[in-house]
C-alpha cells in the first residue's frame, strides 16, 4: 500500500520556466515530510523540507506547497535549470518511517 | 553539512560469497541508520532501521539471516548481504539521522553501493 505517491513518473520543462513536481499522500498522521534530489546511481540528497504545521517552506529556487486538507504537497523550481535534471522523490515521516514516493523525474531543456 | 559515507561504491562479486557494505557518518552521531535498496526506475525500498547497540527492524518481506546489519557505534552501521546470488543485485543506500540537528526528522544519505552478483 503506497502511503506516498508521485503519479508523474516525468517532467520536461524548460530552462528558465517553473517546475513543479507533485505528490500525494493518505496517511494524515504523517507530522513532516522531505524533497529529495537524486541523480544516476548516486544516494540521494536532501532538498527541502516542510512541518506539518506550516503550509510554505522557501529555500531559494525551491519552494515546497503543503496542502493538509487535500494531503497533497509540491516542489516548485524556479527557475528551472539543466542541473536541475533528476529524479526528485517525496518523503513524508510519522513514527520513526520514512515513506518514499516512487519519484519524478525531471527534464530541463536547455 | 551532515555528510554520510559509504564504502565501497561498486563491487562486483560471485554468487555464493558475502559482501559488507559501510555507512559513516562523517561529522554527525546517528544513533538511527536507514538501509535502503533501489531496483531500477523505482522507489527507494526500506530495509531495515538500525539503532545504535540494539538489532536492526526489518521491513517485512526481508531475510534477517540474509541481510545482517551492524550498528556498533554512533558513526558506523554495516549492511552484510550473505551468500549472494544474482537477485540480490541491486544499488543500497544507507541513510542518517543527526540527533543534534534542527529538524531531526531530517535524514542524510550515502552516495549508495552498487551491488553486481554474477
Known amino acids: 500500500d503506497q502511503q506516498v505517491k508521485q503519479n508523474s513518473p516525468s517532467l520536461s520543462v524548460q530552462e528558465g520556466r517553473i517546475s513543479i513536481l507533485n505528490c500525494d499522500y493518505t496517511?494524515?498522521?504523517?507530522?513532516?515530510f522531505l524533497w529529495y534530489k537524486k541523480y544516476p546511481a548516486e544516494g540521494p540528497t536532501f532538498l527541502i523540507s516542510?512541518?506539518?504545521?506550516?503550509d510554505k517552506n522557501e529555500d531559494g529556487r525551491f519552494t515546497v506547497f503543503l496542502n493538509k486538507s487535500a494531503k497533497h504537497l509540491s516542489l516548485h523550481i524556479v527557475p528551472s535549470q539543466p542541473g536541475d535534471s533528476a529524479v526528485y522523490f517525496c518523503?513524508?515521516?510519522?513514527?520513526?518511517?520514512?515513506?518514499f514516493g516512487t519519484g519524478t523525474s525531471l527534464t530541463v531543456i536547455p | 553539512g551532515a555528510v554520510v559515507s559509504q564504502h565501497p561504491s561498486w563491487v562486483i562479486c560471485k554468487s555464493g560469497t558475502s559482501v559488507k557494505i559501510e555507512c559513516r557518518s562523517l561529522?554527525?552521531?546517528?544513533?538511527?541508520m536507514f538501509w535502503y535498496r533501489q531496483f531500477p526506475k523505482q522507489s527507494l525500498m526500506l530495509m531495515a532501521t538500525s539503532n545504535e547497540g540494539s538489532k536492526a527492524t526489518y521491513e517485512q518481506g526481508v531475510e534477517k539471516d540474509k541481510f545482517l546489519i551492524n550498528h556498533a557505534s554512533l558513526t558506523l552501521s554495516t549492511l552484510t548481504v550473505t551468500s549472494a546470488h544474482p537477485e540480490d543485485s541491486s544499488f543500497y543506500i544507507c541513510?542518517?539521522?543527526?540527533?543534534?540537528?534542527?529538524?531531526?526528522?531530517?535524514?542524510?544519505f550515502g552516495p549508495g553501493t552498487r551491488l553486481t552478483v554474477l
Open positions: 518523503a513524508a515521516y510519522s513514527g520513526n518511517q520514512f515513506y
Open positions: 541513510s542518517a539521522r543527526d540527533q543534534q540537528a534542527p529538524s531531526y526528522n531530517e535524514q542524510f
Open positions: 561529522d554527525f552521531q546517528a544513533t538511527t
Open positions: 496517511n494524515s498522521m504523517f507530522d513532516y
Open positions: 516542510i512541518s506539518s504545521i506550516k
